[in-house]
């Protein structure tokens, strides 16, 4: 059993002892993707984070496994056909719930109070608003929606929901994709990007957006550029605020950031806490010893 990990990780001694249990190890940092797609194949399981599988995958043996550090795996374009080749991927499921909403209520706290607007400076004209009675529509009701849900709840804040599916959720209501644009102070996004959520929010429904209203969320690539770029240009909205703003490749345009005013953007790290770290970690490391010993979790395709 040789089990490859392909980028520098924070893995502990003990994580890594646990392992080793089950087969030899390899640690790498530094790799290039070329040189991962040399060396992937030699292993009955790798460990990858930011390296993308799908140029190696359907070269690895039947039976291989890609242990994903992260939740999402939508950039694997072949992942069907190597599950159907019986060569599988585990992704790691909510690991950072806590992390991501937390950071959701930070941006949205920043801009309600006029945190980020007035940071460092001596304005004091600039006025908020408080949560408690605002309409705050969630897009994406799965474990860090439902967590945001509770927190804005908490707040005393009235909660409504579109998903595909509807959730039942006792503390949101349901409503279409439209009812929620324009009945929302707050939009929150915190669905997965993939084939039928992106770019859902687009310039055929954005002008449905209720005046004034802020747009948080832990996802690139649900609104469209475009979308956003109109908003901000006929003042639509009170803010932008969204995390993951250079994740798949995605960028954020000149022109959408010349709204230095409305729009503050983080680097992809709502998810990264410590406590989170370890978790991931720890499930990666489950995923790949449960995989071996037949009792397979996470399994993703």
Known sequence: MKIGILEKTNFSEEQISRLRKIGEVDLYEGLSQDEANKIAINYNAVIVNWLDPTPFIMNM????????????YGWITNIKEAYEKKIYVTNIPNY??????????????????????????????????????????????GSIGSRFAEIMN???AKVITYNRTKKNNPIAKDVTLNELLKQSDVICIS?????????????????NIKKGAIIIGST?????????????????V?????????????????????YRDKVYFTPHIAYNT?????????ICINNIINYFKGTPQNIVF
């Open 61 to 72: 043996k039947p039976g291989s496994l890609i242990a994903l550090l992260s939740t999402g």
């Open 96 to 141: 950072s719930t806590e992390a991501v909403a937390e950071h959701l209520l930070g941006m949205l706290l920043g801009v309600s109070k006029n945190i980020f607007s007035t940071l460092n400076t001596t304005d004091n004209n600039a006025v908020g608003f408080e949560l408690k009675n605002k309409v705050v529509g969630i897009i994406g009701l």
């Open 154 to 156: 908490f707040f005393e």
């Open 191 to 207: 669905c997965s990007v993939n084939d039928t959520s992106k770019n859902i929010i687009n310039l055929a429904n954005v002008k």
């Open 220 to 236: 690139w690539g649900i609104i469209e550029n475009d979308a956003i770029l109109f908003v901000l240009k006929n003042n639509i």
């Open 238 to 258: 009170r803010a932008v605020s969204l995390d993951a703003a250079v994740e798949g490749g995605n960028s954020v345009e000149e022109e959408i950031k010349e």
């Open 274 to 282: 410590f406590e989170s770290e370890k978790r991931q970690l720890d």
